[in-house]
């Protein structure tokens, strides 16, 4: 067998070296700042965007809980005064730290008054589907706000 240069080793080796080190010196300078509000604004766990969205699309019903860092909103059953033979109960989830659509989830619960007692009855899919529609433009429009602010 025979023995092989050390010379062939080095050579790779030191030209690798070299390249790293230019690329190194090219990183000194700051990446310039971008005009449009960030998406991802993640003081509180999830996106505030989404959260404050959410806070304020509910406003009218009673919450039992709020997990700012967990992105969870549950609220009390609703019964909208102009037909109290129904009641909603609503849940948000924020699931990632982007404003995207995917990132929020709404669920609905609703029931009907029957002989004064409360039952369980269908939620239309458009219910949840118009919700999430209406947070997801406050979201957008909290983030144009910020842009001009």
């Known amino acids: 067998m025979s023995r092989l240069k050390p ?7 030191t ?5 790293l080190s230019l690329l190194s010196a090219c ?3 700051e990446r310039p700042q971008a005009d449009l509000a960030a998406s991802q604004v993640t003081t ?3 996106n505030s965007y989404l959260w404050r969205a959410s806070l ?3 406003s009218f019903m009673p919450l039992t809980q709020t997990d700012s860092n967990g992105g969870v909103i549950l609220t009390d059953w609703y019964v909208n005064p102009q037909n109290p033979g129904e009641r909603m109960k609503i849940n948000v989830s924020i699931l990632d730290q982007d404003l995207r659509a995917d990132a929020l989830r709404v669920g609905a619960s609703r029931q009907v008054s029957t002989n004064g007692t409360w039952v369980d009855a269908p939620v239309k899919a458009a219910t949840t589907q118009k919700l999430e529609q209406i947070i997801l433009t406050k979201a ?4 144009r706000g910020a842009i001009t602010n």
């Open 15 to 19: 030209i690798g070296l070299v390249a």
């Open 56 to 58: 304020d699309a509910l």
């Open 44 to 46: 509180i766990g999830v």
């Open 140 to 143: 957008r429009d909290l983030r």
């Open 27 to 29: 990183g000194g300078k």
């Open 7 to 13: 010379s062939l080793f080095l050579r790779p080796a």
